[in-house]
């Protein structure tokens, strides 16, 4: 008897209420409810599967703790009124360190007044340039004049381009080759002259220290002198063919080293695509620069195959100096797979100025009085700072245990839902019912009392 009343307590504890069997009620709409949760639960679920199969990217920013990084730009950039002999690419940093005139990994092509590129003749043996078969062609042991400049580690200035940077590192303006014996062997001063009203077009890669710095496309050689970093403007502004850094941008963009492979650039370009970021701000930029008629469809390298070539625009102004100050922040994508691909993004703000107006206030359009000091050359500067932060894009997928747990949630979630309309439309056919069947009976005991009264 005890364990039976033990049993019977236990019963009470029973948080399931059961129904018997034969008090059970099944109706034609708890059977439509039946049928529509089921389709409910089946759709649910199968949404919640895709999303636990499909891959999430999740965005952070951290403190990036990288050291020791370099970064590569790439670019694609035409100077319309620049020939390519006067265009010059410096780098600098703030930690001192400073590339002059830089070549490698850069390629210039030639464009004429109309944008077309111009193809370099390409020498006969494919070994030996115009300027090695002018050095050939001397007797041997002969050893030509600096005139004064500063002489290379070897003593001897053979070539014009040699006598050039020889009076570069003296400090001296390079502006009469015609006095130059090297200089008039090699031709230079017809080169000069026949490609005075040309273009140019640079694109290639620049590695750069990943601290605050710039960069510049500037007229002249450079030199350093006296710790200050100079340009030889003197052919540039002395020209009688009126030139201007107006230019397009026909592609701009910060990378890192791996980028250079081609799986992981493809990888960082799909992602890029996927996140709406593979365009960077400068792509396109035109500073200045105008489309030709019609007629002129060449193309320019670089340039996409439904864009038209161009030249500048009229605007009269050689000392023209166009500055853009660039943020950029490294991003990282981290793949489900373990991959991880190390990326660039920037942002971007534009200036020009008149160097023309020196020092002189101008007023600008809103009223305001600006002024400037003298310093100041023409080209274009590109002055990037690095951020401290890194976004991370991170790959994630949910767990198997949030799939299931959100399978029961659906599961009772619906059945429980149902259960409440079942319940209420039960109980409102039911009193439905009692009242038409009250109605009824009322009614028919009425009758049959007149009826009685009447006989």
């Not at 006598?163 to 001296?172: I, K, L």
């Not at 030249?311 to 991003?331: A, D, G, H, I, W």
């Not at 932060?389 to 839902?417: D, N, P, W």
Request: charged share 25%; hydrophobic share 35%.
């Amino acid at each position: 008897m005890a364990k039976g009343g033990v049993f019977s307590q236990l019963k009470g504890l029973d948080a399931f209420g059961k129904t018997m069997e034969d008090v059970k009620v099944k109706t034609r709409t708890g059977a439509l409810l039946t049928l529509i949760s089921a389709c409910i639960i089946v759709f649910f679920t199968l949404m919640e599967f895709v999303d636990y199969r499909r891959i999430h990217l999740a965005t952070s920013v951290v403190v990036d703790r990288s050291r020791g990084e370099k970064l590569l730009v790439n670019m694609n950039i035409t100077f319309p009124r620049v020939p390519c002999y006067l265009l010059s690419l410096d780098v600098m940093d703030i930690s001192g360190e400073r590339q002059h005139d830089v070549t490698h990994n850069m390629q210039r092509v030639r464009l004429s007044p109309q944008g077309i590129p111009i193809p370099d003749v390409l020498p006969e043996s494919g070994l030996s340039n115009e300027i090695e078969k002018v050095i050939e062609a001397r007797e041997g042991g002969e050893c030509g004049s600096c005139y004064g400049g500063d002489p290379p580690a070897s003593g001897c200035c053979n070539t014009c381009e040699d006598v050039r940077e020889a009076y570069m590192r003296r400090g001296w303006s390079f502006s009469s080759p015609e006095d130059i014996k090297q200089c008039v062997n090699e031709g230079w001063t017809e080169k000069v002259k026949s490609q005075s009203e040309e273009g140019c077009n640079i694109s290639g890669r620049v590695r750069v220290n990943k601290v605050i710095g710039n960069f510049h496309f500037s007229p002249g050689k450079s030199f350093q002198t006296n710790a200050m970093h100079v340009h030889d403007l003197v052919p540039y502004l002395k020209d009688a063919n009126r030139h201007d850094f107006g230019h397009e941008i026909h592609y701009f963009g910060f990378e890192s080293d791996g980028e250079q492979q081609a799986e992981v650039g493809r990888l960082s370009k799909s992602i890029k695509t996927k996140l709406g970021i593979d365009k960077n701000p400068l792509d396109g930029l035109r500073a200045h620069v105008r489309s030709l008629s019609r007629r002129e469809t060449r193309r320019v390298p670089g340039m996409s195959s439904n864009r038209r070539s161009y030249r500048p625009e009229q605007t009269e102004k050689s000392n023209y100096m166009f500055q853009y100050f660039l943020k950029v922040v490294s991003t990282k994508y981290e793949m489900l797979r373990g991959t991880v691909v190390n990326s660039h993004q920037y942002s971007v703000t534009s200036y020009e100025r008149d160097l023309s107006q020196g020092d002189k206030a101008q007023r600008d359009e809103h009223g305001t009085m600006t002024s400037h000091g003298v310093s100041g050359i023409p080209g274009a500067f590109f002055n990037f700072e690095i951020s401290p932060m890194v976004v991370v894009h991170q790959e994630t997928r949910q767990s198997f245990a949030h799939f299931l747990t959100s399978t029961c949630a659906i599961v009772g979630g619906v059945l429980t839902v149902a259960a409440i309309f079942d319940s209420m439309l039960f109980s409102a056919e039911r009193k439905l019912k009692k009242s038409s069947n009250s109605t009824y009976t009322n009614g028919s005991g009425l009758n049959g009392g007149a009826y009685q009264k009447a006989m």
